[in-house]
C-alpha cells in the first residue's frame, strides 16, 4: 500500500499570491480614495452653488424694495419728517452704494452718523456695501374716531404685527399725504383692541405733530407701514475651516434694530454695479464710486457674489481669473493684482444676476 502525501503551496507561488492580492487591494483602495475624493468635490460644489443662487436670490428680492413706499406717489406726495433721532440720518434716501477700498477707505465715504451703519469690524476690503431704506410691504389699518385723526391725536391702530415698538421708525399715510415719525409710548403696555401709536416731541421734531389729520372714507383707509433701512455686505464671520481657512458670508445690517445678521456663509465678495438713466434715455452702470453716479437716476442694479467651498477638495492651486462685473478677482500669487483670493484650493464660483428697480 502506497501513502499518499499532500503537497502545499511553495514560497514561490505564496509571494506570487501575496503580490498579487496587494496589488488588487490597492486597486480597490484607490478607487475607494477616488469615490471619496469625488464625493466631497461634489458635496462642495453643491454647497456652493445653493449658497451662491441663494446669495443673489436674497439681494434680488431685497433691493427691489428700495424706496418702496406702499400707495404713496413720491413724485407728486412728500413724506413728512418728523422723526429724529441723533445717531442716524432720519432722512429717506432710498439707495446708497459704497464700495470699500483695499486700504479699508469707503467711497463715497461712510455716513458720519454713530448709527447709520456701524457695522462690527467693518465689511470686506475690494468688496461692496448696498444700503437701500423702504417701508415694509405689509401695513397695519388705522381707526380714526369719528373717521378722522386729529394731527396732535394718537394713532389707534389694528394690531402690532409689524413688530412695532418704542422708538421705532414708522409712516402713517392716507396715500394723498404721509408723516414719518418715531413711536414714543410703551407698546408692551397695551391690551389687543386698544393698541395706539403715540408721536409726541421726545423723539420727534416740535411737538410731534402731523402736517395735516387724517380722514378714512369708504374709499380711502389710513394706514401705518413699518421703515426699514438695511445694509448688504460680506465680512468675516470670525470662523476658521477645518483647514484654518477664513470663512465669509453675505451680512444684512439693520439700521432700526442697529444690529446684524449674518444671511449665508461661503460668500467671499460682493459687487454692485448701478445703472444709471442719462438725459439720452439709455442707461450706463457704474460702480458705486463713480463721481458722476447720480442715485436719483438709478433704475437697475447689477449684483456678482464669489461663493466659495468650506473645504479644500482642489487637488492643485486655482490660477482662474474670475470676472465680476467690473472687476477681476486673481490669484494672491499674481504681482499687482488689484483684487486677490488666497490660494487655498478651494472651489470658486461667481453668480451674477441684474434687477430692474420698481420704485
Not at 432720519?90 to 439707495?95: Q, S, V, Y
Not at 372714507?217 to 460680506?234: C, H, I, P, T
Not at 465678495?269 to 436719483?296: C, H, K, Q, S, W
Not at 482662474?320 to 493684482?337: F, H, K
Request: glycine share 6%; net charge negative.
Amino acid at each position: 500500500m502506497m501513502k499518499s502525501r499532500s503537497a502545499g503551496f511553495s514560497l514561490i507561488e505564496l509571494m506570487v499570491a501575496l503580490a498579487i492580492s496587494t496589488f488588487l487591494l490597492l486597486g480597490v483602495f484607490q478607487v475607494y480614495i477616488s469615490l471619496n475624493d469625488t464625493a466631497r468635490s461634489g458635496s462642495a460644489l453643491a454647497r456652493l452653488q445653493e449658497n451662491g443662487r441663494f446669495a443673489v436670490n436674497y439681494l434680488i428680492q431685497n433691493l427691489r424694495l428700495a424706496g418702496y413706499q406702499g400707495c404713496i406717489d413720491t413724485n407728486s406726495v412728500e413724506v413728512n419728517v418728523l422723526a429724529v433721532n441723533a445717531n442716524i440720518n432720519t432722512n429717506i434716501i432710498p439707495l446708497q452704494g459704497f464700495r470699500v477700498a483695499a486700504d479699508g477707505v469707503w467711497s463715497p465715504a461712510r455716513p458720519a452718523q454713530a448709527d447709520e451703519l456701524n457695522i462690527n469690524g467693518g465689511p470686506l476690503n475690494d468688496s461692496d456695501v448696498v444700503y437701500i431704506q423702504h417701508a415694509t410691504a405689509s401695513s397695519t389699518n388705522v381707526t380714526c374716531p369719528a373717521g378722522t385723526c386729529a394731527a396732535n391725536q394718537a394713532l389707534p391702530v389694528d394690531n402690532l404685527d409689524l413688530g412695532l415698538g418704542q422708538g421705532g421708525t414708522v409712516i402713517v399715510t392716507d396715500c394723498d399725504s404721509a408723516d414719518m415719525f418715531r413711536i414714543t409710548n410703551d407698546l408692551s403696555l397695551q391690551l389687543p383692541g386698544n393698541f395706539s401709536l403715540e408721536h409726541d416731541g421726545t423723539l420727534n421734531t416740535g411737538t410731534g405733530d402731523f402736517n395735516n389729520s387724517y380722514t378714512e372714507s369708504a374709499s380711502k383707509d389710513v394706514l401705518v407701514m413699518g421703515f426699514l433701512a438695511n445694509a448688504f455686505y460680506v465680512k468675516d464671520t470670525g470662523r476658521d475651516t477645518t483647514q484654518g481657512n477664513d470663512i465669509f458670508a453675505l451680512f444684512k445690517y439693520d439700521r432700526q434694530l442697529r444690529a446684524e445678521f449674518e444671511v449665508v456663509e461661503g460668500i467671499e465678495r460682493l459687487i454692485v454695479l448701478y445703472g444709471e438713466r442719462l438725459p439720452t434715455d439709455a442707461v450706463r452702470f457704474v460702480a458705486a464710486d463713480d463721481a458722476n453716479l447720480d442715485m436719483d437716476n438709478v433704475v437697475a442694479l447689477r449684483i456678482a457674489v464669489m461663493a466659495t467651498s468650506n473645504d479644500a477638495v482642489k487637488e492643485f492651486d486655482d490660477t482662474t481669473r474670475y470676472s465680476m462685473l467690473d472687476t477681476d478677482v486673481l490669484p494672491n500669487t499674481v504681482s499687482g493684482a488689484a483684487s486677490t483670493y488666497q490660494q487655498d484650493r478651494r472651489l470658486r464660483k461667481v453668480f451674477s444676476a441684474t434687477l430692474q428697480l420698481r420704485n
